[in-house]
């Protein structure tokens, strides 16, 4: 690992690898010049991404207002997470990502508003459901190219921005949900309390999606990104033509299986850290027995913004804490921690007798561990892997394992909710 020193060597020195000036142009100090510009659009594209699939999740009180038997919690991530894994894969199986990132993105953040449009206008179980899938198949989409950009940079402060990103995008939603409910409780509307806070909510997803559109643009217009950009779409183009004169004199590429095996612990870390968290969370807490007020007037406030509020704060905490403690975090010691986090699974057997309290502590813990873990195993890669091509490439595997977490986990949980273990 890499020891820190300082803020401009830190942000630059994380997964230094000696790459071809074929395929490097710009130097350290281009890539520091415009780091914080690159660093926030990446970071605020990627919290609209999440935006989208957060803000069906953050929605606990409106299914169980209006579907309380249909068990939307565990239907709904289950949907979303095997329509990333399989489209993300199919997306690596035809190369899909040699089409470029513009292609990929903007459509994606379309297919937001189209989605948010819908839920709004049409009031089914089904159509939620197959909202939940559309937003898992168009993050892959969308969010897998953005973690392709910050890939193209041999500096992992990148692919943090990303990873926080993510985690801002569950706590600023989540504190946006309370807020737009407790304006619609304090209006008094003739609508239903309800439905009107949700219309408002996706309101939010459409608007910040017309704004990631902009910022998209901004992004690949800043010389390092477009520098890079264009490198890589010259390289998918020789590739295309059969026309790669002397592959060792631009870069050595690495076969997806090479990355794997490279990449082997890095990988299962990804995915066991998401499986976990997605076994237990949302579903199992958010129908533990909750005793005083979680348990009257409060219970539609215990899901949301409670058992997810605090998920997502510790999720943030610890993918914010990465970039300033990955050095003490080698490969080895991320999968003893992952394989610990086993131990949350005592959750499921006494959510009913866990004082309400102590389990949202639990939660807050296993949260931070996820963003922790989750981040330092993708933003610190093996030294092995260099050159932009190879870099971009690894992290789509590492994006595979990830989503193969969420779809592994969410289908365990149905399945227990279904056998009625939870």
């Known amino acids: 690992m890499f020891p820190l020193k300082s803020k401009k060597e830190q ?8 790459v071809s000036p ?39 009180n409106y299914y169980r207002k209006f579907f309380p038997y249909d068990n939307l919690d565990f239907w709904g991530t289950v949907s979303a997470g095997t ?4 489209l993300h894969i199919i997306q690596l199986y035809f190369g899909v990502y040699k089409y470029g ?42 969010e897998s190219p953005i973690y392709g950009i910050a890939g193209l940079f041999t500096t992992g402060s990148f692919t943090q921005a990303v990873q926080v ?48 559109v902009y910022v998209y643009y901004r ?26 004169i002397d592959l060792y004199h631009d870069e050595n590429k690495i076969s997806f299986w090479t990355l794997t095996k490279i990449l082997k612990t890095h990988l299962f870390v990804q995915f066991y850290v998401l499986f976990i968290s997605l076994l237990l969370w949302p579903g199992i807490p958010c129908n533990a027995s909750n005793t005083g007020w979680f348990n009257s007037n409060g219970k539609l406030w215990w899901c949301s913004p409670f ?47 866990i004082d309400n309290i102590f389990l949202l502590g639990l939660i807050i813990l296993m949260g931070m561990t996820n963003g922790l873990l989750a981040t330092i195993t993708f933003m610190v ?6 050159g932009v091509n190879n870099c971009e490439r690894a992290a789509y595997l590492m994006t595979a394992s990830l989503y193969f977490g969420i779809a592994s986990g969410s289908i365990v949980a149905a399945a227990l909710a279904l056998a009625h273990v939870v």
């Open 101 to 142: 990132f513009t292609k990929r993105v903007i459509p994606g953040f379309i297919g937001y508003v189209i989605i948010a449009i819908l839920v709004m206008a049409l009031r089914h179980k089904i159509v939620l459901i197959v909202a939940f899938a559309s937003v898992g198949g168009i993050n892959t989409i969308t």
């Open 381 to 386: 890669r093996p030294q092995t892997i260099v």
């Open 307 to 353: 058992v997810i509020g605090t998920f997502n704060l510790g999720d943030l905490f610890g993918r914010t804490l990465a970039v300033k403690v990955h050095q003490y975090f080698s490969s080895k010691i991320c999968l003893v921690f992952a394989l610990l986090r086993t131990l949350f699974i005592v959750i499921i057997f006494y959510r009913h007798h």
């Open 11 to 18: 942000n630059l020195q994380i997964n230094i690898a000696d």
């Open 83 to 86: 329509s990333m894994f399989f």
């Open 22 to 60: 074929i395929i490097e142009e710009t130097t350290d100090d281009d890539v520091s010049k415009h780091h914080k510009g690159i660093y926030w659009r990446l970071l605020f594209l990627n919290l609209v991404v999440l935006w989208a699939y957060q803000s069906l999740i953050s929605a606990q």
């Open 219 to 244: 992004l690949i217009h800043i010389p390092p990104v477009n520098i890079r950009i264009n490198q890589q779409m010259a390289s998918f183009k020789r590739q295309k033509l059969g026309n790669i």
């Open 165 to 212: 990103g993510n985690g801002m995008a569950g706590v600023l939603n989540v504190t946006a949900n309370v807020i737009i409910r407790l304006i619609v409780l304090l209006v008094h509307s003739h609508t239903d309390q309800d439905q009107l806070s949700f219309y408002i909510f996706m309101s939010v997803l459409i608007i910040l999606c017309f704004i990631a």
